[in-house]
């Protein structure tokens, strides 16, 4: 397994995608380090991951606080000794109107998931650079290049995310660390079985993408041998950016 004995930091672990990430990770071998704000669901996510034979530790973390990142890693290299992957999936959203939205609801959203994001990549480029190398996956999102109305502080995080992560492409290249992006359409991670027939027909692929899907697309931009990969946005939506859809 390619991920056996390696380290992955995945924030936002407690539950939806993250969790997905965390169980996937486990089962090919990797130790995982869950790091969420809600230390009942962190909890849920280390229950599941141990019972099915994984190793991990949690982490309660608020990401719009840089020291607790700093914190994190700390601790995360004092347990395991390194960290090969991390995996910035933890996100956040506050949608109102832009004329409703306060300014203290924007910084929050952009500090957790756009500079929350930076801090959790330098600090474990850090390490990574010590120890010769390592993987970085920022999760951005459709939304990225397309809107519905009063999603003005999400779209900026994740187009910021889009951005930064070519941005430290670049930077840490040298240093035999690769970034990429995954920029998810819907992934249900709640009851799949409710989810309508034009839920999935609306699709091109027919369906609607589960956490699963995300995983893969993690394994292929994290695996050692995909090292000519870097500086991408793998868009995993199931077609739906690429569909023309007018109102008749």
């Not at 990770?25 to 019972?51: C, F, P, Q």
Request: proline content about 4%; glycine content about 12%; hydrophobic content about 40%.
């Amino acid at each position: 397994m390619p991920f056996e004995g390696k380290v992955v930091v995945i924030t936002g672990s407690g539950g939806g995608i993250g969790r997905g990430l965390a169980l996937a990770y486990a089962d090919r071998g990797a130790t995982v380090v869950i790091v969420d704000k809600d230390m009942d669901k962190a909890r849920e996510t280390e229950s599941l991951v141990i019972n099915a034979g994984g190793m991990c530790s949690i982490h309660n973390v608020d990401l719009s606080v840089p020291e607790q990142v700093v914190r994190l890693f700390r601790e995360a290299a004092d347990r395991w000794g390194r960290v090969d992957i991390l995996i910035n999936n933890a996100g956040l959203g506050v949608f109102k109107s832009p004329f409703d939205l306060a300014l203290e609801e924007w910084d929050y959203v952009i500090n957790t998931n756009l500079r929350g994001t930076f801090l959790c990549s330098r600090e474990a480029a850090a390490l990574m650079k010590r120890q010769g190398g390592g993987s970085i996956v920022n999760i951005s999102s459709t939304r990225s290049v397309m809107s519905e109305p009063n999603s003005e502080a999400y779209a900026a995080s994740k187009g910021g995310i889009a951005s930064l992560t070519h941005a430290l492409a670049l930077s840490l290249g040298p240093d035999r660390i690769r970034v990429n992006a995954i920029s998810p359409g819907w992934i249900e991670t709640g009851d799949y079985e409710r989810l309508r027939e034009e839920d999935h027909t609306q699709h091109p692929a027919q369906r609607v993408g589960t956490p699963g899907d995300i995983a893969k697309g993690c394994f292929y931009l994290t695996e050692p041998d995909n090292d000519f990969v870097t500086g991408i946005n793998l868009v995993i939506d199931g077609g739906m950016t690429r569909k023309m859809i007018y109102e008749e």
